[in-house]
C-alpha cells in the first residue's frame, strides 16, 4: 500500500486541477487586442474597403508631412529665405554657414518620406487581400499608391543628389537595411513606380475606392490621376537627365512624352493649374505654416530675390517678386533680425501662400502644376539642342508670369545662354515651392552663383545621409555608402 | 476514516466539513493567562500551543485560554504580535499557568510571508525581510503611506517628486531594474492588489512641458493613488525586497513587492480612539533672490526700464517666494476608530478626515477614508475575513515644474528680478516687464486651478478552511479575491486674466480628464502541513492559483478661448486633444511551493516556482517560469544564552511585465486631410514577440539577536541581474520607423544593506531604543544589444547635464559638456551618479514614564541631481550670489562656455525627518479630562523639520519626470518643500 500521504497529495492535486479548470473558465480572454488604435497587423490580415480607405487618405498625410521642411530647408540652402525661429538655432545657422549636420537641419527630409513608404508599403501589401474590392477599384488603389511612392523619392533624391538613397525598403525590420542605389538608380526606380502605376490606373475604372482631397480636384479619377503621373514621370526624366548626362537624349525625348500625356495645358491661365498638398484649421488637420503673417518671427525672404530679378517695361521689377514676397513695415525698429550676426534687412517676407493679399493658412501647396511643366517641357527641349521649340516656353513664362518683355535668345544662342534664361525663370516661377533655385544650381554645377550671404557663409551642396541611417548600418554618424 | 475524503470532491467537501476533530483518549486540560510584562494587562489574542504543533487555541478578551495536553510534562509556545514568544514547560500535574509577554522591540518575531496563505516566523526567514509597525508610520503625520515609509527600510530609496500636497513619491527597493519598464513595487493590500498608477493631470496642457505626449504627462508631478490609503489603518507593512521573496509575485514583483495589512480587531472589550491632529507647515528651504544695485541693474536690463522701478533712489528688493509660498497654512486631521469582538466576530471599522493646506495659495490636499474590516469564525474550522476600505482623496497643487508657457509658478519665478514688484496693487496684478511669458507667478497662485479628485474604493474577502487538522497532518484551503477601484478628475483652469495667457492666440484654457481603473484579482490555495512521528521536521507543500485582471482608462480634453469667468471646459473657443486611452491586462498563474523546517526548527527551507501566462506578452499562451530556492540555519545561543544567530542564502527569479502596448504596432489615427480621416502606420514598431524582463537574485545575510534582545542586526548583500530588459532602438531611418522596442542586454545591481537596533538603556521608567538602517548600492550596465542612449526623459541638453545609458557604466549617470574641442564640438564627461554612495538613517526612541521622544535623521551621501532650477536663475543671473565670483562662474557657464559642471549637483543631505514629542495623561487626568475615557495621549510633531545641505534651491529629492526608474533627479521647478509641525490628541475608550 502506498504511504497515505502521497496518494492523497495526488488525489488532492487532482482535486486543486478541477477546481482551478472551473475558476479559469471565469477567466478573461487573454488575446488582448489593442483597444486604443488600429493595429498595422490588423490592416495586413483583415483589409476591408473601409479600413483601405481611411488607410489611403493617411498616404496623403505622409506625403504632406515634411512638405514645408522641403520648401524652407532647400529654399534657405538657395538663399529664397531663411527660418530664423527662436531656439532653433541649427536651422539657420547649418544652410548658412555649413556644414549639415546628420542629426539637425540635414537630417530632414527623409525619415517622413520613408515612413510615409512603409504605409504606402503596408497598403500596397492589403490592397490584394480586401475581399471586397473590386478588381478595378484594387487596380486603382494599387496605381494611386505607386504614383505616391514615386513622389516620396523625387524631393528625398533632388537634395541629396550623388548620395542616393535606398528604395528596396519594404522589408521586415530584423532584415538588414535595404542598400542604397545610386542617384540614376533612384530616378530609374521613380519612373518604373510611375509607369506601373499609369498601368494600373489605365485598368482602374472610373473611380478611387477611397475619398481623392480637394488639392486634386480636376485629377480625382484613375483617369485624372494619370496626368498627374505623367508630370510626375516628366520631371523625373529631366532631374535624371542632369544626373546621369549619358542619359540625356533618352531621358528628355521620354521626358517630353510624357508631358505630352500629362495636364501640361499652355495657356497661363492654367499655370496654377495641378496637384496640390491642402491644409485646413479643421479638427486633426494641419496647417500651412509657411503663410506667416508679417510680424511672424519664423520665416524670412532675402532682399536677393528683389535685386536679382529682371525689370519689366515699366521699370518695375519682376511681376513674381512682387507677388511672392510683402514688405514688412519698415518704421518697425523695434525688433532687428539678424542671422548670426548678420541683419536681414530690410525685412522681407513671402506672401506666397497668401490668399487675397492676406495670410492664409489653409492655403495649398503645389506638388506640381502647369507652369512647372512649361518650364519642364522647354528645358527637355533645351536639352535636346531644340532651342526653337524651348524659346516659346520660356516666353510663356516670361511674358504671362513675370511680366517680363520676350527673351533676347534665339535659336543660335548658346546653349549657357539658354539654362541661364531657363534658371533665372524656374527660380522665380517656383520660389518657396520646392527650392528649386538651390537643386537646379547643383544640377547645373551652379552652385558657385549662389552668394553664401553672410560673412565666412557657405552653401552646401547636398543633404547629408541622417545619422540613425548610417548608425543602423554601422557606418557611424556620417556617411557615405556609395563613396560619391 | 480519513480516506472517506478519497472520493468525489463535493462528498468530500461535505464530508470533511462535518468531520469532528480527532480525540484522543489519554488528555488533560490546562487553563492560563497571558499578561503583557509592561502593565500588566491581559493580552488577548495571543496563540498558545503545544510545542512541535501548528494547531492551538487563542486567548480571549481576558487574556484566558484552554489547551489540551497529553498526559505527562508538556512545553507549551505562546506568541503574540508584537511580543517574543515564550517558551513555557508545564509540569504534569500542572493545570494552570499565567505567562508574561515581553515587548519585541525589532519585530524580530513578526511573521513574515512566504506565500500566498503562508507565513514564517521571522526568526526561521530565509531572506531578508522589513517589517514596519503601523505605529511607527502613524507617529509622526505624513501625507501619504510611502512619504511614512521614508528611512525605515534598508535597501529602499524613498523619494518624492516635489514638495506638493498630494505630490507623488516613488519607491526604489534594490536598484533601478529596468530601463523603460514600469518601475513601480507591487502593492498588496489585504491580498487585494492595490492600484498605485499615476495618473497624469494634464498640467502639460497649459506648461507646454513638452510636445511629446508620454514626456509631456511625466511632467505633471502626478499623485501616485497609494495616496488613498489611510496610514493610521494600517497594521502592518512587509516589503519583500528580494527576487526570491517576491518570485511567488511572479511577473509584477521584479521592484519589489509591499505587502500591507490593515488592522483587525481583537476579541474582548470594544476599544474607540478618537485622535484630532491640527498643525501647519511652512516653507522648508529655497533658492533665495538677488539683490540688484542700479550699476548691476543697468548692467542687465534697459536702463529706462530700470529707473521706472527705483523708489527713493534704490532698487527694491521684493521676497517673490516668501510672497509665493510663505503662508503658514493649517492642517487638520481627525480619526475615530472603533474594534473589538467577540469569540465568532471581530471588527475594526474607521473614519478620517483630513486636510493638509499648502504654503503657496490655494494649494492643499484633503482625504476622506472610511474603513470596515470583519473577521467572522463561520464554523469550527471555517473563517472569514471582509475587507472594505472607502477613500475620497482629493488635491489641489498648483502650476509648478517644467514649464514652456509661463503657467509654472516656480519656473517664472527663476525670471523675475526681485526689484519688480508683483504684488497685487489697486486689484490688479502688474504682468512683469522682465519674466517669463509676462507670467505674474502671485497672479497665477492666485487665479489658476489644478484640482484633482479621486474616489477610491477597495474590497476584499478570504475564506479559510482548515479542512482536516490532525496529529501530524493538517489540510487548509485559503480562498482570497477583491476588488479595487479608483476614479479619478482632474481639472486644470488657467483662466483668461492670466498674464501669461494674455500672450496666446486664444487666452485662457481648461482641462477635464478623467479616469478610472478596476483591479480584480483573485487567488485559491492548498496548504498541507506534515510532520512525522519523530517531529524531527515539518513540511509544508501549498498548491495555488492566482488570477488577476486589470483595467486602466482614462481620457481628457481641452479648451481653449475660455470665456471670462467661465470653468467649464464647453465655454472655450476650441477644443483640442482629445485623449482616450484604455489598457488591459490579464494575468493567470499557478505555483507551487514547499517549506521545511528541520532540525529542531533550525534549518528552515523554501523552494517554490511559479508559472505564468500574461496577456501583455507577445505569446499570451505561453508559460513564464520564477523559481526560488532559499535557506537558513540558526544558531540558538551562539552568541549568549537566548541569543539568536541566523545565516541565510536565497536565490530567485521575479520578472517585469512590458507595458501595456509596447507589442502593438499601431496605426496613428486623428488625423485629417481633405476633410476626412487618415492613419499613417505610427513610427513605433513594438515587438510582437515581447518578453517580460527577468531579474534573477543571489542574497545572503546574517541576522543575529543578543544581550537579551536587547541588540538586533540584519546584514544583507544581494546582487541581482535583470535580463531581457526592454529597451527601445532606432532602426535605420529607411525602414520607416524611428523606434522599435526589443528585449535585450543586461543589467546588475549589488546591495549591501543594514539593519539594526540595540537598547542602551531599559529601566522600569526609562527606555531608549536605537535603530539605524544602512544601504549602499551599485547598479552597472553590463551589456547593451543597442549602442548607448540617451533615455527619453534625459534632460535637457548636455549643456545641463543628461542621463546616458552605457555598457561598463551605471544607469544612472548623468553626463554633461565639459568644454569643446578646436572644432567646436562638446567633451562630455560624467558627472556623477544619480544613486547615492550610501543611505544611513537613524531613529531613536525615548521613553522617560509617560512621555516619550523620538526623532528620525536621515543622511544622503553623495549623489548627484540634474539641478536645472539653479540653471534657469544662474542663465537669468538671478541667483542670490551672482555678483560673486562663483556665482558669475555659473552664469558664464550657462551663458558662455555652455558646460553643466555646475549645474550637476551633489544630494549629499542630513535631514530631520520626524520628530515626535508624546506624553500619555495619567489616568486620573484623563477621567477628569474625557468623561469615559481609558486613555489619552498629546503629541507634538514634526516632519522635515531641519536640512542641512549645499543642494541650491528646494530639496535634493526631486523628480521632474515624476516617478522614473533611471532618470530620477531632475530639478525643475518644483513645487517648494515644506516643514510640518503639528499638535495630536488622542483619547482612547
Not at chain 1, 54 to 74: E, H, K, P, Q
Not at chain 1, 412 to 420: H, L, R, Y
Not at chain 2, 164 to 177: D, E, F, K, L, Y
Request: hydrophobic share 40%.
Amino acid at each position: 500500500m502506498m504511504p497515505t500521504t502521497l496518494i492523497s497529495g495526488a488525489r488532492r492535486g487532482a482535486w486543486l486541477a478541477l477546481v482551478a479548470t472551473g475558476l479559469l473558465a471565469g477567466c478573461g480572454d487573454f488575446n488582448i487586442t489593442d483597444p486604443n488604435n488600429p493595429t498595422l497587423d490588423d490592416l495586413v490580415k483583415n483589409p476591408t474597403k473601409a479600413k483601405l480607405a481611411v488607410a489611403a487618405t493617411g498616404l496623403f498625410i505622409g506625403a504632406r508631412s515634411d512638405a514645408t521642411d522641403v520648401i524652407w530647408r532647400y529654399g534657405s540652402l538657395g538663399r529664397e529665405g531663411a527660418n530664423l525661429a527662436g531656439n532653433n538655432q541649427p536651422d539657420y545657422q547649418e544652410p548658412f554657414f555649413g556644414p549639415l549636420s546628420t542629426t539637425q537641419f540635414g537630417a530632414a527630409v527623409w525619415s517622413g518620406r520613408y515612413q510615409n513608404l512603409r504605409s504606402l508599403n503596408t497598403y500596397l501589401n492589403a490592397v490584394p487581400r480586401a475581399p471586397d474590392l473590386s478588381a478595378e477599384e484594387r487596380a486603382a488603389s494599387i496605381g494611386f499608391a505607386r504614383t505616391l511612392k514615386a513622389l516620396a523619392f523625387l524631393p528625398l533624391v533632388a537634395g541629396r543628389g550623388a548620395l542616393g538613397a535606398p528604395v528596396d525598403v519594404d522589408r521586415p525590420l530584423k532584415a538588414t537595411p535595404a542598400p542604397f542605389v545610386s542617384e540614376d538608380s533612384v530616378y530609374g526606380y521613380i519612373i518604373g513606380e510611375l509607369d506601373a502605376a499609369r498601368d494600373s490606373l489605365a485598368a482602374g475604372g472610373s473611380a478611387f475606392p477611397f475619398r481623392m482631397p480637394p488639392g486634386f480636384a480636376g485629377f480625382d479619377t484613375p483617369a485624372g490621376l494619370i496626368l498627374v503621373n505623367r508630370a510626375l514621370a516628366a520631371k523625373a526624366w529631366v532631374f535624371r537627365a542632369t544626373a546621369t548626362p549619358s542619359c540625356a537624349g533618352t531621358c528628355y525625348a521620354n521626358a517630353l512624352l510624357a508631358l505630352s500625356q500629362s495636364f501640361i495645358s499652355g495657356n497661363p491661365a492654367d499655370f496654377r493649374v495641378g496637384a496640390y498638398f491642402d491644409y485646413s484649421n479643421k479638427p486633426g488637420d494641419i496647417l500651412n505654416e509657411l503663410s506667416e503673417t508679417l510680424d511672424g518671427t519664423t520665416y524670412f525672404a532675402f532682399n536677393n530675390t528683389i535685386d536679382d530679378a529682371q525689370l519689366q517695361p515699366g521699370g518695375a521689377v519682376d511681376q513674381r517678386a512682387l507677388d511672392k514676397l510683402a514688405f514688412i513695415d519698415s518704421n518697425d525698429t523695434t525688433v532687428t533680425y539678424t542671422l548670426s550676426g548678420f541683419p536681414v534687412a530690410p525685412n522681407r517676407k513671402f506672401a506666397v501662400y497668401f490668399t487675397g493679399g492676406q495670410p492664409d493658412q489653409n492655403a495649398s501647396i503645389p506638388i506640381i502644376r502647369d507652369e512647372e511643366l512649361v518650364l519642364l517641357r522647354a528645358e527637355a527641349n533645351i536639352g535636346l539642342s531644340n532651342y526653337a521649340a524651348a524659346i516659346p516656353d520660356l516666353d510663356l513664362v516670361r511674358v504671362n508670369a513675370g511680366g517680363l518683355p520676350a527673351t533676347t535668345l534665339t535659336a543660335g544662342s548658346p546653349a549657357s545662354a539658354f539654362i541661364d534664361e531657363l534658371l533665372y525663370n524656374r527660380r522665380y516661377s517656383l520660389l518657396w515651392e520646392q527650392g528649386a533655385r538651390w537643386v537646379d544650381a547643383r544640377r547645373y554645377g551652379r552652385l558657385s552663383g549662389i552668394p553664401a550671404l553672410v560673412p565666412n557663409g557657405a552653401v552646401p551642396s547636398r543633404m547629408p545621409i541622417p545619422a540613425d541611417e548610417c548608425a543602423a548600418r554601422k557606418l557611424g554618424t556620417s556617411c557615405n555608402p556609395l563613396g560619391t | 476514516m480519513r480516506h472517506r475524503w478519497f472520493v468525489p470532491v463535493l462528498i468530500l467537501i461535505l464530508t470533511l466539513a462535518s468531520l469532528p476533530a480527532s480525540v484522543h483518549a489519554q488528555q488533560r486540560v490546562l487553563t492560563g493567562a497571558v499578561n503583557r510584562s509592561e502593565d500588566g494587562a491581559p493580552l488577548s489574542d495571543a496563540v498558545v500551543t503545544l510545542a512541535g504543533r501548528s494547531a492551538g487555541a487563542k486567548t480571549d478578551g481576558r487574556g484566558r485560554f484552554t489547551l489540551v495536553l497529553p498526559d505527562g510534562p508538556a512545553r507549551i509556545v505562546v506568541r503574540a504580535i508584537g511580543y517574543k514568544r515564550q517558551n513555557v514547560p508545564i509540569g504534569a500535574d500542572q493545570a494552570e499557568v499565567t505567562i508574561t509577554m515581553i515587548q519585541d522591540v525589532f519585530n524580530l518575531e513578526e511573521v513574515v510571508i512566504t506565500g500566498q496563505a503562508t507565513e514564517m516566523e521571522q526568526r526561521n526567514s530565509t531572506t531578508s525581510t522589513a517589517v514596519v509597525d503601523g505605529q511607527d508610520i502613524s507617529q509622526v503625520q505624513a501625507q501619504s503611506l510611502d512619504r511614512a515609509l521614508q528611512g525605515r527600510i534598508a535597501g529602499a530609496n524613498i523619494q518624492t517628486n516635489s514638495g506638493a500636497p498630494g505630490a507623488g513619491v516613488q519607491v526604489q527597493i534594490r536598484g533601478p531594474h529596468t530601463i523603460i519598464g514600469n518601475a513601480e513595487p507591487l502593492i498588496v493590500v489585504d491580498g487585494v492588489i492595490y492600484s498605485n498608477a499615476t495618473i497624469p493631470s494634464g498640467l502639460s496642457s497649459v506648461t507646454g512641458s513638452s510636445s511629446n505626449l508620454a514626456r509631456a504627462d511625466a511632467q505633471d508631478d502626478g499623485t501616485n493613488r497609494l495616496a488613498d490609503l489611510n496610514p493610521n489603518d494600517i497594521e502592518s507593512i512587509e516589503v519583500l525586497k528580494s527576487a526570491a521573496a517576491g518570485s511567488i509575485y511572479g511577473s509584477k514583483a521584479a521592484n519589489g513587492v509591499v505587502i500591507i495589512h490593515t488592522k483587525r480587531g481583537t476579541a474582548g472589550q470594544v476599544h474607540a480612539n478618537l485622535s484630532q491632529r491640527v498643525g501647519f507647515s511652512s516653507l522648508l528651504r529655497g533658492p533665495g533672490f538677488r539683490v540688484f544695485d542700479t550699476t548691476q541693474a543697468f548692467a542687465l536690463f534697459d536702463s529706462n526700464l530700470v529707473r521706472s522701478y527705483l523708489v527713493n533712489g534704490q532698487l527694491p528688493a521684493y521676497d517673490h517666494l516668501q510672497a509665493l509660498a510663505g503662508d503658514k497654512p493649517l492642517s487638520y486631521e481627525s480619526q475615530l476608530d472603533v474594534s473589538g469582538g467577540g469569540e465568532k466576530t471581530r471588527f475594526f471599522a474607521s473614519g478620517s478626515w483630513k486636510r493638509d493646506n499648502g504654503i503657496i495659495g490655494n494649494t492643499g490636499a484633503q482625504r476622506q477614508t472610511l474603513r470596515a474590516n470583519i473577521t467572522q469564525q463561520l464554523t469550527r474550522t471555517l473563517t472569514m475575513d471582509l475587507t472594505t476600505a472607502f477613500a475620497r482623496n482629493a488635491n489641489d497643487k498648483g502650476f509648478t515644474n517644467n514649464d514652456n508657457s509661463g503657467a509654472s509658478v516656480t519656473y517664472a519665478l527663476a525670471y523675475i528680478p526681485s526689484f519688480l514688484p508683483l504684488k497685487r496693487a489697486n486689484g490688479i496684478y502688474p504682468q512683469p516687464e522682465i519674466g517669463y511669458f509676462g507670467a505674474n507667478p502671485l497672479q497665477t497662485a492666485a487665479l489658476a486651478t489644478n484640482n484633482e479628485t479621486a474616489i477610491r474604493f477597495t474590497g476584499g474577502g478570504r475564506l479559510s478552511w482548515n479542512t482536516w487538522t490532525g496529529e501530524r497532518q493538517s489540510l487548509r484551503f485559503v480562498a482570497a479575491g477583491g476588488a479595487d477601484f479608483v476614479n479619478q478628475k482632474n481639472k486644470i483652469i488657467a483662466p483668461p486674466e492670466l498674464t501669461f495667457e494674455q500672450t496666446l492666440p486664444n487666452p485662457g484654457t481648461i482641462t477635464l480628464g478623467a479616469a478610472d481603473g478596476r483591479n480584480l484579482n483573485w487567488n485559491l490555495n492548498a496548504i498541507h502541513s506534515y510532520t512525522p512521528e519523530s517531529q524531527g521536521f515539518r513540511l509544508t507543500t501549498s498548491l495555488g492559483v492566482q488570477y488577476e485582471d486589470r483595467q486602466l482608462s482614462r481620457n481628457r480634453i481641452t479648451a481653449t478661448g475660455i470665456l471670462p469667468g467661465q470653468t467649464s471646459v464647453s465655454q472655450g473657443a476650441v477644443v483640442s486633444n482629445p485623449i482616450e486611452e484604455r489598457s488591459s491586462e490579464r494575468t493567470l498563474a499557478f505555483y507551487a511551493a514547499e517549506e521545511a523546517l528541520a532540525l529542531s526548527e533550525r534549518l528552515s527551507l523554501v523552494g517554490s516556482v511559479r508559472g505564468e501566462r500574461s496577456s501583455v506578452l507577445g505569446d499570451p499562451s505561453k508559460y513564464w517560469f520564477y523559481p526560488r530556492l532559499a535557506g537558513a540555519y540558526r544558531f540558538p545561543g551562539l552568541l549568549g544564552t537566548g541569543s539568536e544567530f541566523k545565516l541565510r542564502l536565497a536565490y530567485g527569479q521575479t520578472g517585469n511585465q512590458p507595458l501595456f502596448g509596447q507589442k502593438f504596432t499601431s496605426l496613428v489615427g486623428g488625423q485629417t486631410y481633405g476633410g476626412g480621416g487618415g492613419v499613417t502606420v505610427s513610427t513605433i514598431a513594438g515587438l510582437a514577440g515581447i518578453k517580460p524582463e527577468r531579474v534573477k537574485e543571489w542574497e545572503g545575510g546574517v541576522d543575529a539577536e543578543f544581550f537579551g534582545g536587547r541588540t538586533s542586526f540584519q546584514l544583507t548583500l544581494a546582487r541581482n541581474i535583470t535580463s531581457d530588459l526592454l529597451l527601445s532602438r532606432t532602426p535605420s531611418a529607411s525602414s520607416g520607423f524611428t523606434a522599435e522596442f526589443l528585449n535585450g542586454g543586461h543589467m546588475r545591481n549589488v546591495s549591501l544593506e543594514l539593519a539594526a537596533g540595540f537598547v542602551p538603556i531599559q529601566s522600569r521608567d526609562f527606555r531608549w531604543v536605537a535603530r539605524t538602517t544602512f544601504t549602499h548600492l551599485r547598479n552597472t550596465v553590463l551589456d547593451l544589444p543597442v549602442p548607448g542612449y540617451r533615455p527619453s526623459t534625459a534632460g535637457f541638453g548636455l549643456a545641463f547635464g543628461e542621463f546616458f545609458i552605457e555598457p561598463g557604466r551605471s544607469a544612472t549617470q548623468i553626463i554633461g559638456t565639459v568644454g569643446y574641442d578646436s572644432l567646436g564640438n562638446p567633451i562630455t564627461k560624467v558627472l556623477g551618479d544619480a544613486n547615492p554612495d550610501f543611505q544611513l538613517t537613524l531613529a531613536n526612541d525615548f521613553n522617560w514614564k509617560n512621555l516619550s521622544v523620538s526623532m528620525l535623521w536621515a543622511w544622503q551621501q553623495g549623489g548627484v541631481a540634474q539641478n536645472q532650477t539653479l540653471s534657469l536663475y544662474d542663465c537669468n543671473q538671478l541667483s542670490p550670489d551672482q555678483g560673486t565670483a562663483a556665482g558669475q562662474a555659473r552664469a558664464n557657464a550657462c551663458l558662455q562656455d555652455g558646460v553643466a559642471t555646475p549645474f550637476v549637483q551633489s544630494t549629499t543631505f542630513l535631514k530631520l525627518r520626524e520628530l515626535s514629542l508624546v506624553w500619555s495623561l495619567p489616568s486620573r487626568w484623563v477621567h477628569r479630562l474625557f468623561a469615559g475615557a481609558d486613555n489619552a495621549r498629546i503629541g507634538l510633531t514634526g516632519r522635515n523639520l531641519l536640512v542641512f545641505t549645499d543642494y541650491f534651491g528646494y530639496d535634493p529629492e526631486s523628480s521632474n519626470f515624476g516617478s522614473q526608474s533611471i532618470t530620477r533627479n531632475i530639478d525643475l521647478g518644483p513645487y517648494p518643500p515644506s516643514r510640518n509641525f503639528s499638535l495630536n490628541v488622542s483619547v482612547g475608550f
